[in-house]
């Protein structure tokens, strides 16, 4: 730079005050002032008003952190908020009464404007009639390579994923498949009952808010849905409401490492 | 999970810090504060790895007070001063005191952009360039938002007709 030395402009001047020049850039600003006295003059008060600003700012971020901040008080809080509408969800879930054929085409009576991702609804609704209905390959990655499947589908979606217990509602893993989807990746998690009934779980990526769980009533197939922490999630099957509301249940609890919740 | 709430509790006095000198009052900033580390826990898992987590921090708050806080426009940092500081109970500290509580309401008057330029580089000591991340502007935004804040500091600061703001030597 001694050189090549370049004429002071405005930058310099907010780096000087910022006190963000290099030693050699500092003396050519400060020889600089030596001609301008004015700007040297303004440049001092921009000073004395950064320190100024500094000091009257400083005892905020000294001050002891109020409890209510504290990491485990907000995730006490965000915990015991989920229970919370969880148990009024029955009473608060809407119901989006329709054919198949009605909700399946992609945003209609599906809820997603307001909040949330209400698109995923319709791709896991489709991608349960293409796969469920599949006798012979129903899965890509079968449920005795369920570690494999995990770590696979994580890679692909983006973020985590961990496959739900769900045999405690009669059923077993059967295995899971990748998806395009039009906002990416997609997995899905197939499960079979003991009557063969097949339950799917359908994730991917997006970048809405987390959303409480939603219902959609619809024959053949119902399914609840939700966004949490990134993920948008749809659990479809030919099953009723409480089975379905059982299974979300675990998938969430799933997802969060947790033992069905207490 | 002990080390995810250790990093971001190093953060929080910061982000108390900049979310008082963006709202200018005590209730306000900590309930910002409150939505931006909820936010931040809620989406940990979509933090870009390697990345600064001050930066996103500071991101993920200052975009909550443009789309929720700036619009109810709740400022009172004349009437909050005293709380924001140690009590000054000697007089020879009046005039300093003084001098701090003109310049928080100073910078509650600048506009909101060139508010958080200056707080985030002058206060919080951002590059120029983490400060741009958090903005979502580019570099010579910052560097103009940042002149100009300076420039209505001072005058809002040195004008003659406001004796409460004046001047200390």
Sequence with gaps: MTNNPHPIGEDDLQAFIDGRLSDERQREVEAYFGDHPEQAGQVGRDVEIRNAMRAALQGKAQEAIPQKLRVAALERRMRSRRPAWRSIAAGVVLFVAGTAAGWLVRGIGVPDAANGDGAVVSEAANAHLVFAADRNRPVEIRADEAERLSRWLSKRVGLPVRIADLTPLGYQLLGGRLLASEDGPAGQLMYEDAQKKRLSVYMRATRSDSTAFRFVDADPVSAFYWVDDGLSYAVSAEAGRDVLFEAANAVFDAAHGQAPDG | ?169
């Design chain 2, 1 to 169: 999970m002990s080390g995810k709430a250790d990093l971001i509790e190093a953060e929080i006095p910061a982000l108390r810090r900049y979310a008082y000198g963006l709202t200018g009052n005590a209730p306000d900033s900590d309930d910002l504060v409150q939505d931006t580390l909820e936010r931040a826990l809620s989406r940990w898992s979509q933090r870009k790895p390697g990345g600064s987590l001050k930066a996103w921090l500071f991101t993920i708050q200052h975009n909550l007070f443009v789309n929720n806080y700036r619009r109810q426009k709740r400022r009172g940092v004349h009437t909050d001063i005293d709380g924001a500081n140690e009590p000054h109970s000697q007089a020879a500290d009046q005039e300093a005191h003084m001098e701090l509580a003109g310049v928080l309401r100073a910078v509650g008057q600048l506009e909101d952009d060139r508010r958080g330029a200056i707080l985030l580089v002058a206060v919080e000591d951002l590059t120029y360039q983490e400060a741009a991340t958090v903005l979502g502007v580019p570099i010579g935004t910052v560097m103009s938002r940042l002149s100009r804040a300076r420039r209505d500091l001072r005058e809002l600061l040195d004008r003659k007709s406001a004796p409460a703001l004046r001047r200390v030597k």
